[in-house]
């Protein structure tokens, strides 16, 4: 899926012979990092393994179809060109094992956030979105190894939380991640939201965030606005129906009201607007706390159904990126791994103008590792674009 709204670059042998992705990488590293308070075994000028080495190395572990192991990793750090141009050292598995002890992770959530503030000269805002500030939150579960006890296997309802969970925002006005943080598997994702959530936001959720209208009060509160999916079975205490617009029965609206939520006064919602549409084989209860001149019922409906990008972005990580398997096991190694896994996704965004396809991505990393010729990428990421037109917008 490609980015929405992005002014796609004109992809050139000369623009990609500069790709500097790695490098652009390490100048984000470099700002954050150099603000920082570090580990006093990283302030030593002697270290041979610096933190911007290890984390080129750790980023080009991704990149790299044919590295799925630590020591793979290592490995690979003792060819020439590798140093030469990623790492500088042949890299020791203990000592790669020390680095993610001594860096704090949350230093790559500013680093993430640095690039995607670069990156966004680059995207221009979906047309019908553009005077709003509309942000999707979800959370997926990345499964942990056996021997990753810390990520507290068993945890849920149906034991289901096993492992480590991104909590991620996706500005869907732009079509590009936004924000996140990496919690063990049983953290709450509307816990997560409450924290992350910023004034003047629209947030968009899934069911799970509808049921709880606790959450409504918390984000209004604070400032911010919300399209959250309700269940069918919610109860409606309707308190005044608004007029369809022609827009809105286009769009699929059956019904469009003021009321409040829940069987009891003390399961009471605020008040919000509930909109249900009928379209494409689908049925949709959708709230929101939007006034109607910031967003129609047509509208909201139109944002809730852009919640599918995160979906996409989840898939596009694990599946076309191949971030599957982790490199270094501890909590803070695992959170490293998926920061730059994010990190990752925001480099290509930046440097293709669009969120490659599996065969677009192979093409990518045979340029990067040498087997393929800057004039048979372009070549190739040209016919992708005109096979998926899609591609080229949201």
């Known amino acids: 899926m490609a980015s929405a709204g992005a002014k796609f670059l004109k992809i050139t042998e000369k623009e990609l012979r500069n790709w500097r992705m790695l490098d652009t990488f390490e100048d984000a590293v470099t700002r954050v990092f150099s603000k920082a308070k570090l580990h006093r075994t990283l302030a030593d000028p002697d270290r041979p393994l610096t933190y911007g080495r290890y984390l080129k190395l750790f980023l080009f572990g991704l990149?790299?179809?044919?590295?799925?192991?630590?020591?793979?990793?290592?490995?690979?750090?003792?060819?020439?060109?590798?140093?030469?141009?990623?790492?500088?050292?042949?890299?020791?598995?203990?000592?790669?094992?020390?680095?993610?002890?001594?860096?704090?992770?949350?230093?790559?959530?500013?680093?993430?956030?640095?690039?995607?503030?670069?990156?966004?000269?680059?995207?221009e805002p979906h047309p019908d979105l553009a005077h709003l500030n509309v942000i999707a939150q979800d959370g997926s579960l990345w499964s942990a190894l056996p021997r990753m006890v810390w990520a507290e296997y068993g945890v849920g309802r149906d034991g289901e939380a096993n492992g480590v969970r991104l909590h991620l925002r996706f500005n869907i006005v732009k079509g590009l991640p936004e924000d996140a943080t990496v919690q063990r598997g049983k953290s709450c994702e509307r816990q997560a939201l409450r924290q992350m959530s910023e004034p003047g936001q629209v947030n968009v959720g899934d069911r799970f965030y509808g049921e709880d209208y606790r959450l409504f009060r918390d984000v209004q509160k604070a400032g911010s606005f919300f399209v959250f999916r309700i269940r069918e079975s919610a109860v409606i205490n309707a308190e005044q129906e608004i007029p369809l617009t022609r827009e809105d029965q286009a769009a699929g609206v059956v019904r469009h009201v003021w009321a409040t939520l829940g069987a009891t006064e003390a399961l009471r919602s605020i008040r919000l607007r509930v909109v249900e549409i009928r379209a494409k084989g689908q049925h949709l209860f959708l709230v929101t706390n939007l006034s109607m001149d910031k967003a129609s019922a047509a509208l909201v409906g139109l944002i809730y159904r852009k919640r599918w990008d995160i979906e996409l972005f989840f898939r596009w990580i694990k599946c076309i990126l191949g971030c599957r398997h982790f490199f270094a096991e501890s909590p803070e190694g695992a959170a490293i791994q998926l920061y730059l896994a994010l990190i990752a996704s925001v480099l290509l965004l930046y440097y293709t103008g669009l969120r490659p396809n599996k065969r677009a991505m192979e093409l990518i990393q045979m340029y990067l590792m040498g087997w393929a010729t800057a004039e048979e990428l372009v070549e190739r990421l040209k016919k992708q674009t005109q096979k998926h037109p899609s591609a080229k917008k949201s």
């Open 63 to 123: 990149f790299n179809p044919v590295v799925e192991t630590m020591r793979g990793l290592c490995e690979v750090s003792a060819l020439p060109r590798v140093q030469q141009e990623v790492c500088g050292i042949e890299v020791k598995p203990p000592r790669f094992s020390e680095m993610q002890h001594l860096i704090d992770p949350t230093l790559l959530r500013f680093v993430f956030q640095d690039l995607v503030e670069e990156s966004n000269s680059c995207f």
